[in-house]
């Protein structure tokens, strides 16, 4: 048997999980923590029936897990144990423990039709609706809300588990804290606050990661899911709010009607969480972004294989490969509100002929200056909702001159499209994902390589950098000779995840010309700004717990963190941080002068005030460095 064909353990429901996990004894659930641990490096084999998987325990114990028609153990019954314990057994919560948790239901129902966020390759979906001109128009909503006494309530609960995560930190966030959080997104759901509870999932996925110290688990991920938990459950409890606040159980597909779309390029997927695939992006007639997904289970070579699989719209005879440098007519389209186009029975498509990047409504997407597009990316503040930040994911293109390497980054500048002098801040291109299978490192590589190369460049704005971008594409620069010559069959553009760049792309040394003197990064606005003394201390809390803070202040490395802020004129940051040190380090005591339990609440909020302040400097820091002019220096 081969490592493709070995069963894995299925995703399991976050309610079947915290059953489990609820009807241990005290006794039990102080070793689930260890089990869990244990019996992650078990063999999982198949079933004796042939339906499900077991894992074998021990000599009298084996835990088969039989999921349902989506692949979920979304029941009790799901999961048995041959102990004379079960069903309250240690082996059933602790192998339940180690599978991955599931989406909800209207998530897991459009796997196949994912999203175009590769870090969101699970998010929700739904059934495509029928298109017609008798689908029913749904009336205007008002943007306030009054949650209902229900949905508070379960705010609130949700609110106690986060708080009690929260003060605990990673190292005791063990999977009895973790069911507890499930428990309360479960109730979440079923009050219809959805942004809370995929909020939660992410918390519970976070911890996970950083307790089994993978590789790609970041402290920074965990405490933006945390932020986003800890705010959202705050606005819940605190009266009438947006209703962006409760969030939506699925995207549904709406009638789009007849439709012409260009394709501009395709992007590998490949997520920690066990998705790979590709997504193409289309543009319309009229400059919409639409796109098309083919993500499932599987790892690279499931990210490779995709580029070049059938396209899932209609009956078109094309592959993503094809589509990408192509387009699509299409007849009864039905459209997601994030842009995904739906492939229901009603949808009718066919081939046709596409266009280079530098005619009909493509050339419009390299018409703005940078900044500007920029700046209509970042235009969110840290209250938008993470899972639909669409316009934030939208790409950008622009027209660069290559000025060298550094680091792990390709330095260039914009080039003004009426003189073709380079002018603006000196822009950073980092690779779209560093995975070594996929093609993007190598192809930036090869660009940074040839100074003033001048190119057309679609990309993904960075964030959370300075004036950094993540290309998805290149293509030549029409009328400059120091441009790329590509292959005729990729009809003018290059997919950096899946077509690799070769030296007789590249014009040759002498034809680029002189790009001035060297060029070098500079000092990182956002790095080197005072802001990280913030950020060590939010990202503490998170990992360390309310102990480790309040170590933090009794040594006096939060006085001095907050001194330094002050004097750099960051005021508000340094009296936040001290709030947040001083809350940290206070007990309480009842009246016969005996310590009590510190306030889990007071905590979060003081350490929910700090995050939200260092999001929203962080990001008018980088909105900055996308309009200073950094002069070269050699």
């Known amino acids: 048997m081969t490592a493709a064909d070995t069963?894995?353990?299925?995703?399991v429901a976050p309610e079947v999980l915290a059953a489990a996990v609820e009807s241990l004894t005290s006794r039990l659930r102080k070793k689930l923590d260890?089990?869990?641990?244990?019996?992650?490096?078990?063999?999982?084999?198949?079933?004796?029936?042939?339906?499900?998987?077991?894992?074998?325990?021990?000599?009298?114990?084996?835990?088969?897990?039989?999921?349902?028609?989506?692949?979920?153990?979304?029941?009790?019954?799901?999961?048995?144990?041959?102990?004379?314990?079960?069903?309250?057994?240690?082996h059933r919560a602790a192998v339940l423990g180690c599978c991955p948790i599931a989406d909800p239901p209207a998530a897991a129902a459009g796997a196949e039709a994912a999203t175009d966020d590769p870090a969101q390759a699970c998010a929700d979906a739904a059934p495509v609706a029928p298109a017609g001109p008798t689908a029913p128009a749904e009336p205007e909503q008002s943007d306030t809300v009054e949650p209902t006494p229900a949905q508070v309530q379960a705010a609130a609960g949700l609110?106690?588990?986060?708080?009690?995560?929260?003060?605990?930190?990673?190292?005791?966030?063990?999977?009895?804290?973790?069911?507890?959080?499930?428990?309360?997104?479960?109730?979440?759901?079923?009050?219809?606050?959805?942004?809370?509870?995929?909020?939660?999932?992410?918390?519970?996925?976070?911890?996970?990661?950083?307790?089994?110290r993978y590789s790609s688990h970041r402290t920074a991920d965990l405490a933006a899911a945390l932020r986003e938990l800890l705010l959202t459950t705050a606005l819940l409890r605190s009266g009438p709010t947006d209703r962006a606040v409760l969030g939506t159980a699925r995207r549904a597909y709406k009638p789009g009607g007849a439709l012409r779309v260009h394709g501009v390029c395709r992007e590998p997927v490949l997520t920690a969480t066990g998705y790979g695939g590709v997504?193409?992006?289309?543009?319309?007639?009229?400059?919409?972004?639409?796109?098309?997904?083919?993500?499932?289970p599987g790892g690279p070579a499931r990210a490779r294989g995709a580029g070049t699989a059938p396209v899932s719209v209609?009956?078109?005879?094309?592959?993503?490969?094809?589509?990408?440098?192509?387009?699509?007519?299409?007849?009864?389209?039905?459209?997601?509100?994030?842009?995904?186009?739906?492939?229901?029975?009603?949808?009718?498509a066919n081939p046709a002929a596409g266009l280079d990047w530098g005619s009909g409504p493509l050339a419009a997407l390299f018409a703005r200056p940078l900044a500007e597009a920029v700046s209509e990316r970042l235009a969110d503040g840290p209250l938008a909702d993470p899972d639909r930040a669409e316009v934030l994911r939208r790409p950008v293109g622009c027209d660069l001159?290559?000025?060298?390497?550094?680091?792990?980054?390709?330095?260039?500048?914009?080039?003004?499209?009426?003189?073709?002098?380079?002018?603006?801040?000196?822009?950073?291109?980092?690779?779209?994902?560093?995975?070594?299978?996929?093609?993007?490192?190598?192809?930036?590589?090869?660009?940074?390589?040839h100074p003033g190369l001048r190119v057309r460049v679609l990309a993904r704005v960075d964030p959370d950098r300075a004036a950094t971008l993540r290309p998805l594409a290149v293509a030549p620069l029409s009328g400059a000779e120091a441009t790329l010559r590509l292959p005729a069959e990729w009809q003018g553009r290059a997919d950096l995840g899946y077509d690799l760049l070769q030296g007789a792309h590249f014009p040759a040394p002498d034809a680029a010309g002189a790009c001035g003197p060297d060029v070098v990064a500079g000092p990182d606005p956002l790095g080197d700004s005072p802001l990280w003394r913030v950020r060590r201390l939010v990202e503490l809390a998170v990992a360390g717990g309310r102990r480790a803070v309040a170590e933090s202040a009794r040594s006096?490395?939060?006085?001095?963190?907050?001194?330094?802020?002050?004097?750099?004129?960051?005021?508000?940051?340094?009296?936040?941080?001290?709030?947040?040190?001083?809350?940290a380090d206070r007990r309480r005591r009842d009246v016969f002068g005996r310590l009590g339990d510190p306030s889990a609440d007071r905590y979060a909020e003081q350490w929910l005030a700090a995050a939200l302040h260092l999001t929203a400097a962080e990001r008018e820091l980088v909105r900055a460095t996308w309009h200073t002019r950094e002069a070269a220096a050699g």
């Open 7 to 11: 069963p894995q353990l299925p995703p």
């Open 34 to 90: 260890a089990a869990i641990e244990q019996y992650a490096g078990l063999p999982v084999a198949p079933a004796p029936d042939g339906a499900g998987v077991a894992v074998r325990c021990g000599e009298d114990a084996v835990v088969t897990l039989l999921p349902g028609p989506d692949g979920t153990v979304a029941e009790e019954g799901h999961a048995q144990c041959s102990c004379l314990l079960a069903p309250r057994c240690l």
């Open 159 to 212: 609110w106690a588990a986060a708080a009690a995560v929260h003060a605990a930190g990673v190292p005791a966030a063990g999977a009895v804290p973790q069911a507890e959080l499930l428990r309360a997104a479960h109730t979440a759901r079923l009050a219809d606050l959805h942004r809370a509870e995929a909020a939660a999932l992410r918390v519970v996925r976070g911890l996970r990661g950083a307790r089994a």
């Open 279 to 296: 997504v193409t992006h289309l543009v319309t007639e009229d400059g919409r972004w639409l796109s098309v997904a083919d993500i499932k």
């Open 314 to 348: 209609g009956a078109a005879a094309l592959d993503h490969a094809q589509l990408s440098r192509g387009g699509l007519l299409i007849s009864g389209a039905t459209v997601s509100a994030d842009g995904r186009l739906g492939s229901g029975r009603g949808v009718r």
């Open 401 to 449: 001159v290559v000025l060298g390497a550094s680091g792990d980054s390709l330095l260039a500048r914009e080039l003004d499209r009426a003189t073709g002098e380079a002018h603006g801040p000196l822009v950073r291109l980092v690779a779209a994902n560093r995975h070594p299978d996929l093609a993007h490192t190598a192809n930036l590589t090869r660009l940074a390589a």
């Open 556 to 583: 006096g490395g939060a006085r001095t963190d907050a001194a330094a802020l002050r004097r750099t004129g960051f005021r508000t940051a340094g009296e936040l941080s001290t709030a947040l040190a001083a809350e």
